[in-house]
């Protein structure tokens, strides 16, 4: 069964960066679009980008455009969210989640989550 695990969150001032990763078991990883997610306290879960199996096409909420970058690494099994010149509303738990496979080996899977603070 495949599984999620996330790293890279932590405690960054306003304008810093992080690098999240998210690391897949299995071997259906490079055959899946990969998203990434946030949640806010007091807010709704939300899309904010994605990457295709691929890696040949990326998108991204506008608010985040210009700032995140979304990669992934195939061999690894691993996919990557580059926050630069972070600000504090994007304060959030993020989650990578993995979609596609078959028919018969569906594949709808959420990374644990990673917390990333911005603050002075």
């Known amino acids: 069964q495949v599984q999620l695990v996330q790293s890279g969150g932590g405690l960054v001032q306003p304008g810093g960066s992080l690098r999240l990763s998210c690391v897949a078991s299995?071997?259906?990883?490079?055959?899946?679009?990969m998203n990434w997610y946030r949640q806010a306290p007091g807010q709704q879960r939300e899309l904010v980008a994605g990457?295709?199996?691929?890696?040949?096409?990326?998108n991204y909420v506008p608010s985040v455009k210009g700032r995140f970058t979304v990669s992934r690494d195939n061999a690894k099994s691993t996919a990557y969210l580059q926050m630069n010149n972070l600000k504090p509303e994007d304060t959030a738990v993020y989650y990578c989640?993995?979609?596609?496979?078959?028919?018969?080996?569906?594949?709808?899977?959420w990374g644990q989550g990673t917390l990333v603070t911005v603050s002075s």
């Open positions: 989640y993995l979609q596609g496979g078959s028919t018969w080996d569906p594949v709808d899977v």
């Open positions: 299995g071997n259906i990883f490079s055959t899946a679009v």
């Open positions: 990457i295709t199996s691929s890696g040949s096409s990326t």
